[in-house]
């Protein structure tokens, strides 16, 4: 093989690597039976914004207790909320995306940790009544997983987060609380 064929072909591969690393987000997902419009999806993640005082507690795997202050802000021509925790008490931060997608009615969260762990949780639901967002996997998922934070005011978020593996045992286990910093 000729060093320019070396070359295109490993162009090529490159690309059709890319190409099957991005196909997943290139076909529309399943509208939902309802979706809003956009701007009216996007108002209820106004109530994410601004700045917290966050408690979490962690009953499983281990016992413990964690603060930071986590600020959320519009960002790329408000349609992205980007949440940062900061430096955490133990040392850890996360950065956190939301957005409406009008496609499927969803409220999808991506999750980057300083530990390198990512994870994106598509299927978020916004309840009004009971002013509650539920972010909750699928039973044909590997990981299974149920989140949900209420707004019990517009200065308190209480959170439970639940994280089984596929045998059905716990991995993580939280209670977070969020207070809303006066401006």
Excluded at 105 to 125: E, M
Aim: hydrophobic residues 40%; charged residues 20%.
């Amino acid at each position: 093989m000729t060093s320019s064929a070396w070359r295109t072909g490993r162009c090529t591969a490159r690309w059709g690597l890319a190409a099957f690393a991005i196909a997943p987000f290139c076909f529309a997902q399943a509208p939902s039976k309802a979706p809003q419009n956009l701007a009216t999806g996007l108002a209820v993640l106004e109530r994410f914004a601004g700045t917290w005082d966050v408690t979490v507690k962690t009953r499983r795997p281990k016992a413990s207790v964690m603060t930071h202050t986590l600020t959320y802000e519009w960002v790329l021509g408000h349609r992205y909320l980007l949440g940062d925790s900061g430096a955490k008490s133990d040392g850890t931060q996360d950065l956190d995306m939301l957005t409406y997608d009008p496609q499927t009615g969803n409220y999808p969260l991506w999750i980057f940790q300083s530990s390198g762990t990512s994870l994106y949780l598509p299927r978020g639901v916004w309840d009004e009544a009971s002013r509650t967002m539920t972010w909750k996997s699928l039973p044909t998922d590997v990981v299974s997983y149920a989140t949900s934070c209420t707004f019990e005011s517009a200065t308190t978020e209480r959170c439970s987060v639940l994280v089984k593996n596929w045998m059905g045992a716990v991995l993580l286990e939280q209670e977070p609380v969020a207070i809303r910093r006066k401006p």
